[in-house]
């Protein structure tokens, strides 16, 4: 029989009744993405409003009682807005739209921001958040945005759900060369009977109790699931009942590797004071990169150089057992910096710890004559509590602000003024296109969701009469194909919703001739 003969024939009719129920499933699925993305902006503009003027509030002068109101208030909102992403990423992945954009990812600053982000979330619940990378690994080539958005799904759930010890976010290469990322938690281990259905649509380990303690529509590890597959990966869950779960995404990815570290200065080993295994696992793996060992102890008292973890001490800043003492402690305890200082402490690190403020700590301690008082190291300030990080503008840039909703524009009109720009305001992509031509400004941040000529249109048709004033892109959509379809358009760059001021601040730096860094 020819393959002819086995295939089935379908006369002129039935196929085209079949290419009709093929079109029309699309246009259904398509017609649900649109409705369900317009659903969300319209959600999502005035609660990046609300987001935004509480943000303003708490840096009012206010009372302890209302700034744990407004904490409590933004908290609910920031669970809000990440239930609607997950709605709307479903949504997308559900309909096939998963697009996957391959470019050089640098591993150690992405661990680094993913963990640093979440870290808040881990302290406000006196749990560690740490991160590792394979001394060996330095970059891949993939999608960063996906990863970080795995990555942010897989540590924030093991954070609902870990009330003691920690998170380890850990990436790797397996003996057969694969990329390895996993997520570990101390937390109460999954039920083997669970095992699979949280990793289906609404899934969660208990839903009646998971859903009423910890919120969410039980997506977020479904949309991993997608995202792994579409990479062409495989995603697995190792978990033990009250010791914890690790959940692990291996692909296959070109990658380079880091030149072997050489530090003649770095000590064979050094101490941790701390009884987080989480925290342990995390410096192990940074000093391993510089051939240092590291020991766990209860006591500072005999060792050489110490790390001790603020979270382990039961009272406040006690005397350094020795010159070359670091204590470890989160962002939230700056405060006490200046008495550790006093008690003969040689300096902090800031958790979550960085490899390179780590590894520069200690070399800097460890080059020290041993019977002379700890000389503090040059870069011993961290700018995550110093600020230092913080963009200053000079000058007075005149900003045109295209902004339809009225509490949006309030809110970005009174970031910029706070930076001493000039602000004219327009509520359309019309009035931008009339504006321009006549006056000259300095930056545009344009809203891309106006009526009438959105913000796309309006750029293309700036951009076709040779006009090449900045325009930064203002949006509560952070997708990656949101950002390339605003370079395409002509756009500079892309803010999104709610504004973040340093971000903000970089834009201005970044954009307008009229500032600078100070």
């Not at 086995?6 to 009709?20: C, M, R, T, W, Y």
Request: glycine fraction near 8%; proline fraction near 4%; charged fraction near 25%.
């Amino acid at each position: 029989m020819t393959a002819h003969q086995g295939a089935q024939n379908f006369s002129a009719d039935e196929f085209e009744a079949k290419l009709a129920e093929t079109l029309a499933a699309e246009e259904r699925l398509k017609g649900r993405e649109d409705f369900l993305k317009l659903l969300s902006h319209e959600i999502r503009t005035p609660l990046n409003g609300v987001m935004g003027m509480l943000s303003l509030l708490s840096r009012t002068d206010i009372s302890a009682e209302q700034e744990s109101y407004i904490r409590t208030a933004r908290d609910s909102g920031e669970h809000l807005l990440s239930m609607v992403n997950d709605l709307l990423d479903y949504a997308r992945i559900d309909a096939g739209h998963i697009e996957l954009e391959t470019t050089r990812v640098d591993l150690e600053p992405l661990l680094q921001g993913v963990a640093e982000l979440l870290s808040p979330r881990a302290y406000s619940g006196g749990i560690e958040i740490v991160w590792s990378l394979d001394p060996q690994l330095e970059t891949i080539q993939a999608d960063e945005g996906r990863l970080r958005q795995i990555l942010f799904n897989l540590a924030g759930n093991a954070l609902k759900f870990t009330t003691t010890g920690g998170v380890l976010i850990h990436v790797g290469l397996t003996r057969a060369g694969l990329i390895r990322f996993s997520v570990t938690d101390t937390g109460p281990g999954i039920p083997i009977e669970a095992r699979t259905r949280i990793f289906e649509e609404y899934g969660q380990v208990d839903p009646k109790r998971d859903a009423a303690r910890y919120g969410g529509a039980g997506l977020g590890l479904m949309i991993v699931k997608k995202l792994v597959a579409a990479m062409g990966g495989t995603l697995t869950l190792d978990s033990e009942m009250g010791v914890g779960s690790t959940f692990s995404v291996e692909f296959r990815a070109p990658y380079s590797l880091r030149k072997k570290a050489v530090s003649l200065d770095m000590p064979s080993e050094v101490t941790l004071v701390s009884a987080n295994q989480s925290l342990l696992e995390g410096a192990k793996a940074h000093l391993s990169a510089y051939g240092t060992e590291i020991q766990l102890s209860d006591t500072t008292q005999g060792a050489n150089i110490v790390l001790a973890d603020r979270s382990h001490m039961t009272e406040g800043p006690i005397t350094a057992s020795g010159p070359r003492c670091l204590i470890l402690l989160t962002p939230e305890q700056r405060a006490e910096i200046p008495q550790w200082r006093e008690l003969g402490w040689a300096g902090y690190l800031i958790k979550p710890l960085r490899r390179k403020s780590l590894k520069e700590q200690i070399e800097a301690l460890h080059s020290q004559n041993p019977n002379r008082t700890a000389t503090r190291p040059a870069n011993d300030d961290d700018e995550r509590i110093t600020g230092t990080n913080e963009v200053k503008i000079s000058g007075e840039p005149h900003v045109l602000l295209v902004e339809d909703n009225p509490v949006n524009a309030l809110l970005a009109k009174i970031l910029l003024q706070r930076e001493g720009c000039l602000v004219e305001r327009v509520c359309s992509g019309e009035d931008a296109i009339a504006i321009l031509p006549e006056r000259n400004f300095d930056i545009v941040f344009m809203d891309l969701g106006l009526p009438g000529i959105d913000g796309l249109g309006a750029t293309r048709q700036i951009r076709a009469m040779n006009i090449t004033t900045p325009v930064v892109a203002l949006t509560a959509n952070a997708y990656d194909e949101d950002r390339r379809a605003c370079l395409q358009a002509g756009m500079n760059d892309f803010l999104t919703k709610p504004i973040e001021i340093n971000a903000l601040r970089q834009m201005l730096v970044t954009w307008t001739p009229k500032t600078a860094q100070t």
